[in-house]
T-cell receptor, first 113, second 117 residues
């Protein structure tokens, strides 16, 4: 069964600290993996997208890594800011249809001053 | 540049009333269009997707329906809303492709918060 699992479910950190969010997937065949940031009550906004051959991709203070062998990805946030408080969703494309995305349930991050 | 518009942003409807949510995309042609629902604290669930005018695929049996009367317009409807239809509805689009492309542009709208009372 194609699944995407994220951990932790929620996380609280102090402003300025770093954190790492995890994503494990069992989607096969694999096409690409995306990380989205979703502010409360808003649509998800893309942070990074990585294909099979990419190991890391950065977008400002966000750095995503991908290990296609172990089917794991991580999203590292450096020098967190209050505006980083949001849900972070790992999404994998592939499986039995190239049109569809398989979503993780997200990690809710709260950055406190 | 491509943009996606979704409205209304919030909606409160009584049980048994009809529903119509609209989504339009600008700046692209022949997009794939999607409707998702997100329950509180849960992941996104794909409801419908469309690869062309009049072509609708339903992912889960439910009280909702979708239509695509124009290339860049996607509508989510219900004849009679249920309490369980409450949630956050998101429209999305991706570039049309053939075969198994490895890199889609996949963009979400801003969402509609539906509360059925």
């Amino acid at each position: 069964k194609n699944q995407v699992e994220q951990s932790p479910q929620s996380l609280i950190i102090l402003e300025g600290k770093n954190c790492t969010l995890q994503c494990n997937y069992t989607v096969s065949p694999f096409s690409n993996l995306r990380w989205y940031k979703q502010d409360t009550g808003r649509g998800p906004v893309s942070l990074t997208i990585m294909t099979f051959s990419e190991n890391t991709k950065s977008n400002g203070r966000y750095t995503a890594t991908l290990d296609a062998d172990t089917k794991q990805s991580s999203l590292h946030i450096t020098a967190s800011q209050l505006s980083d408080s949001a849900s972070y969703i790992c999404v994998v494309s592939g499986g039995d249809s190239s049109y569809k995305l398989i979503f993780g349930s997200g990690t809710r991050l709260l950055v406190r001053p | 540049s491509q943009t996606i518009h979704q409205w209304p942003a919030t909606l409160v409807q009584p049980v048994g009333s009809p529903l119509s949510l609209e989504c339009t995309v600008e700046g692209t042609s022949n997009p794939n269009l999607y409707w998702y629902r997100q329950a509180a604290g849960r992941g996104l669930q794909l409801l419908f997707y469309s690869v062309g005018i009049g072509q609708i695929s339903s992912e889960v049996p439910q009280n909702l329906s979708a239509s695509r009367p124009q290339d860049r317009q996607f509508i989510l409807s219900s004849k009679k809303l249920l309490l369980s239809d409450s949630g956050f509805y998101l429209c999305a689009w991706s570039a049309r492709s053939t075969g198994r492309a490895t890199n889609y542009g996949y963009t979400f709208g801003s969402g509609t918060r539906l509360t059925v009372v």
